[in-house]
């Protein structure tokens, strides 16, 4: 049983503005994840192996980096989810859920 | 104005040299289709081919590249050190360690330790990806004045052969073919390109070239001096763009390499709705973990059992019914 006065409330506070402010986070990080996958390919009058298969590379690496950058921003939105559900709990034991 | 040999210069270089040539040729008795008649078609396929040596120069866009890196930059700010994202992270990092406790507070503070971690290495690894497109720049605008030079020198080496006096020794500006190790040295870090404009990492590249005379003094050797200067530089281009692509190849790796730092999915510990959550895998500081835990527990089932019932009350506020 716990004491008297030992509630939760203030502090439960605290974790459910991490959990609101964590999917504004992974939503922030997402917005590169386009220019990292974009590329505007432009007309050119002469294709030249060399730059087709550097390009190849570059696009590789930028689509590497954008795809850990989505699997950051779901772990981030999931730890938030996590966070809430443990508030939202703790809540409900004050009572106040 | 362009900080560049455009295509138009590099198309008016290959226009000025056919032509240049041709009268060169001419003033010798030699036409461009030697074997046969020569006729308008032979003029313009010779024209076509100095051109040709041209767009292989275009086959980069350096304004495309631009803005490609200052593209890149601005990704790579959103992971920035001093970004909002890492600020919150940062906050949330120290709130948890310094309030709450047990095995799953601990995991959620890892977690936290690692996206912080791992937004760092993303902002570094799209840097690299910037550094990367610096140097596309930086060996295509080398590239593309050295033909041009080619170009332009060999043409005034023909007017003087055309115009019957002997040329003057001249010379062409030829790329070193390490430019591109040259082009990576000058960025010590891929961090300082958040403040460098594409053109200072070409400026920061010290003698990318080096003094070729045009060879021959007569036409025949002039043609063939074009032609195996013409081939050279195009080699050397080549093999920067390969030194690049392998460049960028061994970035991916180290890259691939880094997955370790990825955040994890949390364990079932730190998760309400699995049976192994406890309260005391996640306990305020000024509790003891058994305090609440026999609360903890009969609230986490009923809230379980909410969530499972499609008309609960948690359902419902899940589905969005108010």
């Known amino acids: 049983m716990a004491p008297p006065g030992t509630a939760f409330v203030t502090n439960v506070g605290e974790l459910e503005r991490y959990a609101a402010q964590l999917p504004q986070v992974a939503g922030a990080l997402r917005r590169p994840v386009a220019t990292l996958t974009e590329h505007t390919a432009t007309a050119r009058p002469m294709e030249v192996g060399a730059v087709s298969a550097m390009e190849r590379a570059y696009g590789a690496l930028t689509e590497d980096i954008a795809g850990r950058q989505r699997v950051m921003c779901d772990r981030i939105d999931a730890t938030a989810e996590a966070l809430g559900e443990i508030a939202a709990l703790y809540r409900r034991v004050d009572g106040q859920g | 104005m362009a900080n560049f040999v455009t295509d138009t210069d590099l198309r008016a270089a290959s226009f000025g040299l056919a032509h240049s040539m041709l009268e060169m040729l001419d003033r010798d008795g030699v036409g461009p289709d030697v074997i046969g008649l020569p006729d308008q078609m032979d003029v313009d396929v010779f024209r076509r081919t100095f051109e040709v040596d041209a767009e292989l120069y275009m086959s980069m866009d350096p304004t495309r590249l631009t803005e490609e890196y200052d593209e890149i930059r601005t990704a790579a700010t959103a992971n920035g050190a001093s970004s909002d994202p890492h600020g919150i992270v940062q906050a949330a990092m120290i709130g948890l360690e310094a309030k709450w406790h047990g095995a799953a507070a601990d995991k959620f503070y890892e977690q936290m330790q690692k996206v912080q971690q791992r937004i760092s290495t993303q902002?570094?690894?799209?840097?690299?990806?910037?550094?990367?497109?610096?140097?596309?720049?930086?060996?295509?605008?080398?590239?593309?004045?050295?033909?041009?030079?080619?170009?332009?020198?060999?043409?005034?080496?023909?007017?003087?052969?055309?115009?019957?006096?002997?040329?003057?020794?001249?010379?062409?500006?030829?790329?070193?073919?390490?430019?591109?190790?040259?082009?990576?040295?000058?960025?010590?870090?891929?961090?300082?390109?958040?403040?460098?404009?594409?053109?200072?990492?070409?400026?920061?590249?010290?003698?990318?070239?080096?003094?070729?005379?045009?060879?021959?003094?007569?036409?025949?050797?002039?043609?063939?001096?074009?032609?195996?200067?013409?081939?050279?530089?195009?080699?050397?281009?080549?093999?920067?763009?390969?030194?690049?692509?392998?460049w960028i190849g061994a970035r991916r790796k180290e890259f691939a390499g880094l997955d370790v730092t990825l955040p994890e999915p949390l364990p079932a510990g730190a998760d309400v709705d699995s049976p192994d959550f406890r309260y005391d895998n996640f306990y305020f500081d000024q509790h003891s973990p058994g305090d609440f835990a026999p609360e903890v527990e009969r609230e986490r089932q009923r809230y379980v059992d909410e969530k499972a019932k499609p008309d609960g009350l948690i359902a419902q506020r899940l589905a969005g019914v108010r």
């Open chain 2, 123 to 246: 902002h570094d690894y799209t840097l690299v990806a910037a550094q990367a497109v610096s140097m596309m720049y930086a060996v295509n605008v080398a590239f593309r004045a050295s033909c041009y030079d080619l170009m332009t020198q060999t043409a005034i080496v023909c007017d003087a052969i055309a115009d019957k006096h002997a040329p003057q020794p001249t010379q062409w500006a030829k790329v070193v073919v390490d430019l591109v190790g040259k082009a990576i040295d000058v960025v010590s870090s891929p961090k300082d390109l958040i403040g460098m404009a594409i053109d200072q990492v070409l400026g920061g590249v010290s003698k990318t070239t080096e003094q070729e005379p045009v060879a021959g003094s007569d036409a025949g050797p002039v043609v063939d001096g074009y032609v195996t200067a013409r081939d050279q530089l195009f080699a050397s281009y080549e093999q920067s763009l390969n030194q690049i692509d392998d």
